[in-house]
C-alpha cells in the first residue's frame, strides 16, 4: 500500500511551487461549533477510481501545513461515509487555531487532502470564489517580480515546556535558547513550509550595526502582503529563500476576504538581528 501525502499521483506536493495542490479531494467543508460538535463533511474528485472499500479518518492539527508533525486523529475511522464530527471544544482563547484534514485509506493507497481552517462555512459558490483568489495571487506573486519566494515557519503554540521557562510564570528566561528558539516550546517551530510567496511594499528600511546589540533594523518595519494559507499568526516567522534573512510577523490585517475568511494578509515584518537564534533553525 502506498501513501501519497496529498496527491492522487504518488508525489508530495508541498515542496513544490505549483498554483494548486492537486488531491483526490474535491473540497472539505467545515461546519464550526466552538463548544464542540463540528461538522467535518467532504467529497471526492468525480475521476478517482480507486477500488472500495473507503476509509476515512478525521484528523486535527494547529498549523495548516500537511507535513507539521502535531496531526492527531479525532473519533474512530468511519467507512463509506461523507463526513464526521469533533464532539470537543479544541479553543478556549480569542486565537482560532484549529485545522482539519481526512485521511482516505483504500486497498490501493493513503491519501490527504489539504489541511483546512474552521474559518466559517462558505457556500459552494464562495469556496470557489476564495480557491480562485488564492490561485491568482499565488500566480501572480510567482510569475511577477512583486513575489519573493521564502519558507514559512509556523510556531508551535502547543507542546513540551522548555527547561528555559519559569516554572511558576512560564516566562521565558533564555529568549537566545535553541532548545525551543526562544518560544519556550521545545523545537520552536514546525519543519518549514516552502513556496511561501511574500510581497514586500516599496518603503524603505535599513541596517545598521550596534556595539551591543549586533545587526539590527532601525528603520520602519516591512509591510508586506501575502496568502493566509497556511493560517499566519502573529509570531510565525518568514524566512527569504535567497538572502536567508529572517523575519517576525507582526500586526497582521485582512486585505481580502470572502465572507469573513481572510485571504489575504497585510502583516509588518520585523528583521531578526542577525545575532537571532531564530538563524539557528534549520532552512533548507
Known amino acids: ?33 466552538t463548544i464542540g460538535g463540528t ?56 486565537t482560532q487555531w484549529t485545522h482539519y484534514r481526512v485521511k482516505l485509506t483504500t486497498d490501493a493507497g493513503v491519501f490527504y487532502s489539504n489541511p483546512e481552517p474552521v474559518f466559517g462555512k462558505l457556500d459552494n459558490y464562495d469556496w470557489r470564489r476564495v480557491k480562485e483568489i488564492i490561485r491568482s495571487y499565488k500566480l501572480y506573486l510567482q510569475k511577477t517580480h512583486a ?23 512560564q516566562g521565558i528566561r533564555l529568549p537566545n535558547h535553541e532548545e525551543c528558539y526562544g518560544t519556550g516550546i521545545v523545537g520552536g517551530y514546525f519543519d518549514p513550509i516552502p513556496c511561501s510567496y511574500a510581497e514586500f511594499s516599496t518603503e524603505a528600511f535599513y541596517n545598521t550595526v550596534d556595539d551591543a546589540r549586533g545587526t539590527v533594523q532601525d528603520g520602519p518595519d516591512a509591510r508586506v502582503k501575502l496568502l493566509n494559507v497556511p493560517q499566519v499568526f502573529s509570531g510565525d516567522v518568514w524566512v527569504n529563500a535567497t538572502t536567508d534573512e529572517r523575519w517576525y510577523i507582526h500586526d497582521i490585517s485582512t486585505i481580502a476576504e470572502v465572507r469573513g475568511v481572510p485571504i489575504i494578509l497585510g502583516c509588518t515584518f520585523s528583521l531578526a538581528p542577525f545575532k537571532d537564534v531564530i538563524y539557528q533553525f534549520p532552512v533548507d
Open 1 to 33: 500500500m502506498a501513501e501519497h501525502q496529498c496527491s492522487a499521483i504518488g508525489h508530495d506536493c508541498t515542496p513544490s511551487c505549483s498554483p494548486v495542490c492537486e488531491t483526490v479531494f474535491d473540497r472539505i467543508w467545515i461546519t464550526h461549533v
Open 39 to 94: 461538522v467535518v463533511e467532504w467529497a471526492l474528485k468525480a475521476n478517482f477510481n480507486d477500488p472500495g472499500p473507503f476509509v476515512y479518518q478525521l484528523q486535527l492539527g494547529r498549523t495548516g501545513s500537511n507535513t507539521a508533525d502535531d496531526w492527531i486523529n479525532v473519533g474512530l475511522p468511519v467507512e463509506d461515509a461523507c463526513y464526521a464530527v469533533d464532539d470537543s471544544q479544541r479553543v478556549h482563547g480569542r
Open 147 to 169: 513575489g519573493t519566494k521564502g519558507s514559512l515557519l509556523k510556531r508551535r503554540l502547543f507542546g513540551t515546556p522548555c527547561s528555559c521557562t519559569d516554572e511558576l510564570t
